[in-house]
């Protein structure tokens, strides 16, 4: 939405027009909704917050919001979202107002277990919203789609990819960039992705990706990636 103000006009009244937009369009169907997910108006909106952030377009809003939704849901399997949006957050909205003094270090550590969704100390969802969802990212958070997605993945193209279980044929070629446009790992992809991994490899010969937290050892890589080459993100999982 947008919205015009008058030149001085003081923050209260900023603040009292946003609520009250907002108000306007909660409905009483979505409270009724809300209540049926157990949830307060709160978080619905910080869920929809995350959805509005990892959505490449609306069209993909329900289907994520699935996703959340079951892992909410599960908190003895699934007792951290793993949002990479709410990192993107903490780092480039929270981080960048901090010094390296000792004392905004132990801020930027109280801010990331509140809102870090990677951080063991952040379990469901985070103490509150991350941006301003839309509506329909709001409306996806209380009507997801009925999947029994777990995880999801965006290539470099925005297309995202559904999965049950976190598999390797998930992960490696979508994050890495190296598929060609029918999903195919080529040999000259393969090259590239490989010569990716030994530029940023430790002495140890492991490399580590600060997304997806996993340990590639170069011995076992050929043998792990042939597994993919004829794999289609279309298939089943």
């Not at 965006?154 to 998930?170: E, M, R």
């Amino acid at each position: 939405d947008t919205y015009e103000f008058y030149i001085g006009e003081n923050a209260s009244s900023v603040v009292r027009r946003f609520l009250d937009n907002f108000e306007s369009k909660w409905t009483a169907d979505y409270q009724k909704q809300a209540n049926k997910l157990g949830m307060t108006v709160d978080e619905v909106v910080t869920l929809a917050s995350i959805i509005q952030a990892e959505a490449a377009n609306s069209g993909q809003m329900k289907d994520i919001s699935s996703v959340l939704h079951n892992r909410l849901d599960k908190p003895g399997t699934f007792p951290r979202l793993e949002c990479d949006s709410t990192e993107k957050y903490l780092i480039e909205t929270i981080k960048v107002t901090l010094t390296s003094s000792t004392t905004d270090t132990q801020k930027y550590i109280a801010y990331r277990d509140l809102y870090d969704t990677y951080s063991t100390d952040c379990k469901g969802l985070p103490v509150g919203a991350i941006c301003n969802p839309g509506g329909s990212a709001i409306a996806a958070a209380l009507y997801p789609s009925d999947t029994n997605y777990n995880y999801f993945r965006h290539d470099v193209k925005g297309n995202v990819y559904y999965a049950n279980t976190n598999n390797i044929k998930f992960y490696y070629p979508y994050y890495f960039g190296v598929v060609n446009e029918d999903y195919e790992l080529t040999n000259d992809l393969f090259l590239t992705f490989t010569k990716r991994v030994e530029a940023k490899g430790t002495k140890t010969n492991n490399y580590t990706t600060n997304n997806q937290r996993m340990v590639i050892a170069y011995p076992k890589l050929y043998g792990e990636l042939k597994k993919i080459l004829d794999y289609s993100p279309l298939g089943k999982f």
